[in-house]
């Protein structure tokens, strides 16, 4: 049987037909896939960039949380800074306390003293 014969064989019998069908499923079959292959990208693409608005907002909550506790943790150095100056001063009005008494006491004990 020559290739021609074959053909024409399976042109007019249902062997023609599946095979016609055959060839215009897979084209179909092909953009179908490329259809659904596209919507699956879409949404995944969509998921992706709510995440990614997600993931930013964390990050500047994170961002904004971090401001707020440098600002405390300077508030606090700004006081350390004022008490240890206040405890310095305090010290050394002690000493002058101390001397101060220390002086009276040597006036108040000295046989001139009434």
Known sequence: MKMLEFIALLIGTGGGTAWLTAIWTKKRSGAEADKILGEAYGDLIKNLQAEIGRLSDRVN?????????LEIISTKDKTELGLRTRIKDLENEIKALSTEIITLRIINDSPNHG
């Not at 909550?61 to 506790?69: D, K, P, T, V």
């Open 61 to 69: 909550n994170q961002e904004a949380r971090e401001l707020r506790y």
